[in-house]
Structure formats: structure tokens, C-alpha cells
């Protein structure tokens, strides 16, 4: 008896397996499609003006007296005494430049903050006492134009903020680790003439200067530069970002269509997948008990007999090899159920195999 071929099924398997993907894809850009609706492009804002800003801050150790060094100062980035030090003279910079004239109003100021910080633990430090000390007054200018230019140099008395934190740690029997910063702040706002300010850039350049150590190392901290661009603002105080309405709807429709056929092609798998487990269970008893099996054209009218149902081919076959009776194959519904029935007497003994009983495919 030829087997039923099962490579119809095998095929629409693999064909919805391949929408599905295609539809799990369709899915995917639905979900970019309705984020970047919302997300800020700068296409669709109107530029005002871009900037760009360099920061500079640079130093110079003056030395006390002594018969060791030939010159009166050393240079950036060296290890030095600190018994030597006399000053420190710092010098900031700091250069804005707009690609369009603005009005604009900035501040600036210079100080110097010493602290003190206590190690709780070998990774924790927490700071107990700090002090802000003016060097360069707070300073507001206004003008208007697309650059602005900062240049102060200052000096620095090494031995008055050491001797703040020696005080400070003699007195309350401390050991901490002390230093002084010394802290340049510059703040800018404006906008192009005659509109509203749209503009606010912050700038602090940080020179870190240990104190009550032997030998220090100055460490700056600061960004030497940046660039940004200004764009419109709405009578919102939105940046002129639209919501891309277009792309959007189409991310909506899209998304519920994919789940719409999602759903349709996933029941769809399962069932396929669960035909082509019964149809290969089918094959297996036909290739391997054809021999003892006959294929019949109609159902055998059962009525008159005691029908006893069995619960699995292979006792079904224990009985065929009892009563040397043929096993009659019926095909009731195509890839989806068949019986398997021996006539003896009065009885009848029936083997019903069903997609349905690959229970592990169902939801």
C-alpha cells in the first residue's frame, strides 16, 4: 500500500513560516516608524545659529628663594616641592564665537575653594569642611556682537591656603587630605538681536591644587572646547519639532495589521504543524503493518455490531495476529483522521487516530 505523501504539508508549513517572518518584520518597522515619528529630528527644526567655545587654563609655579633651581618659575605638568612654592599664577581663557550677531549678557568670576576630606574607608572619603575665598570679583557684561573673549591671569598664595588647612587639621587632630580649587565660572545668555534669549551656556574651569603634602601635582579639569546649534523656538518653547503625523498613522496601521495576520498565521502554523505530526504517524503505521492492513473506500456499517475501541495501534495489531483478521483503513477526514477497524463475529475493533490527539501543539 503506498503511503500518503506528506510533502504537500511540509510545504505549506514552510510557506507560513516564511510570511510569518516576513510579517515579524513588517512589525519591526512598524515600531521604528512610530518612534521616529516622535523623535526630535533637526530636519524639521529651523536653525537659528550655531557657536563653538575653547577654554584655556594654564599655570606657572613661582618659586621662593633657594640655591637648587635657576629659574625663578617651573612650568605645567611637573611634580613640585611644596616648602618652595612662593605663588602660583594662573591664567584663564575662555573664546565664544556665534556664526550670527547676538545681544548678548555674560558673568564671570574667579575663586579659590579650599577643603578638607576625611577617609571613612579605603574606598569612601567624605568632605568635612570647605571655604570659598574671592580672587576675582563677579562681573557682568552686555553687548552685542558674535564673539566674546575672557583673559585674566591671577596669582595664587600657596602658603595662605596651606596654612588654612594645617590650622584646621592641628586644631581638630585630623588626618585629611587637603586642597585647594581654584574655580573659573563664566555664564552666557542671549539671542539674536531684538528676539527673545535662546541662548544659555555654563563654562567652569577647575584647577585642582593639593595641600599638606611634601610634593604636589596641579591637575586641571575642565572641557577645552564644544560646539552647539540654536534652533527656533515654537510659541510653546518647543524647539520647532513636529510630530510626523504621516509616518505615524502608517506605524499604527501597520503594527495592527502585523498583529492581525500574526495571530491569523500563528494559529494557522500550529495547526499545519500538528497535521503534519499526524500525517507522518499515519505513514508510519502504513509503511511498517502494510502488509496486514487493507484500505477500504467506505466506512463498514457498524450498527450490528459490539464495537470495542482500542486506545493503541500496537494492541490493535495484537489482536489482527489473534484472529488472523485483515486491519480495514478508512480515511474519514484528509491530514486529519483515520480509522483502523478489524470485523470478527459480532465485534468490531476500532483504532482512531486524529490530528487532534497531538496535544503538545495545541494552545
Known amino acids: 500500500m503506498k503511503p500518503k505523501n506528506e510533502n504537500k504539508i511540509i510545504l505549506k508549513q514552510w510557506t507560513q513560516v516564511f510570511l510569518l517572518i516576513i510579517v515579524l518584520a513588517a512589525m519591526a518597522f512598524s515600531i521604528w ?18 557657536y563653538t ?7 606657572r609655579v613661582y ?8 629659574t625663578n618659575y617651573l612650568g605645567m605638568n611637573r611634580q613640585y616641592i611644596s616648602s618652595l612654592i612662593d605663588k602660583i599664577e594662573v591664567n584663564t581663557k575662555y573664546a565664544f564665537q556665534s556664526s550670527k550677531d547676538l545681544d548678548y549678557t555674560y558673568t564671570y568670576d574667579l575663586v579659590a575653594s579650599a577643603k578638607g576630606t576625611y577617609a571613612e574607608s579605603e574606598a569612601k572619603s567624605v568632605e568635612i569642611w570647605s571655604k570659598t575665598y574671592s580672587i576675582l570679583p563677579a562681573e557682568t557684561k ?7 573673549s575672557i583673559d585674566k591671569t591671577v596669582q595664587i598664595d600657596y602658603d595662605k ?4 588647612m594645617t590650622d584646621f587639621r592641628n586644631q581638630f587632630g585630623l588626618s585629611i587630605d587637603a586642597r585647594v580649587d581654584v574655580v573659573f565660572k563664566v555664564s552666557i545668555t542671549g539671542g539674536l538681536k531684538g528676539e527673545s534669549n535662546s541662548l544659555q551656556e555654563d563654562n567652569t574651569m577647575t584647577l585642582q591644587v593639593p595641600l599638606l603634602k611634601p610634593t604636589i601635582e596641579i591637575k586641571p579639569d575642565y572641557v ?32 495592527l495589521f502585523s498583529l492581525f495576520m500574526l495571530k491569523i498565521l500563528g494559529s494557522k502554523l500550529l495547526n499545519t504543524t500538528k497535521k503534519s505530526e499526524y500525517v507522518l504517524r499515519l505513514n508510519k503505521i502504513l509503511k511498517e503493518y502494510g502488509d496486514i492492513i487493507a484500505k ?3 466506512v463498514p456499517a457498524l450498527s450490528s455490531y459490539d464495537v470495542v475501541s482500542i486506545k493503541d495501534f500496537v494492541d490493535l495489531v ?8 485483515p486491519i480495514l483503513y478508512v480515511e474519514i477526514r484528509e491530514d486529519l483522521e483515520s480509522w483502523f477497524i478489524i470485523l470478527n463475529d459480532k465485534t468490531a475493533y476500532k483504532f482512531i487516530l486524529r490530528y487532534e490527539d497531538f496535544n503538545h501543539f495545541k494552545r
Open 224 to 255: 577645552n572646547s564644544g560646539r552647539d546649534t540654536v534652533y527656533k523656538e515654537d510659541a510653546n518653547g518647543n524647539s520647532g519639532e513636529t510630530m510626523n503625523i504621516p509616518l505615524l498613522m502608517l506605524g499604527i496601521a501597520l503594527l
Open 33 to 50: 516608524a512610530i518612534v521616529h515619528s516622535f523623535s526630535k529630528s533637526e530636519r524639521q527644526k529651523e536653525e537659528l545659529y550655531t
Open 161 to 164: 591656603y596651606n596654612a588654612i
Open 296 to 298: 477500504a473506500d467506505n
Open 318 to 325: 495484537d489482536i489482527e495476529e489473534e484472529l488472523h483478521s
Open 142 to 148: 552686555s553687548g552685542t556682537g558674535n564673539n566674546i
Open 63 to 70: 618659586l621662593k628663594d633657594n640655591s637648587f633651581f635657576t
Open 53 to 59: 567655545y575653547n577654554s584655556n587654563l594654564s599655570y
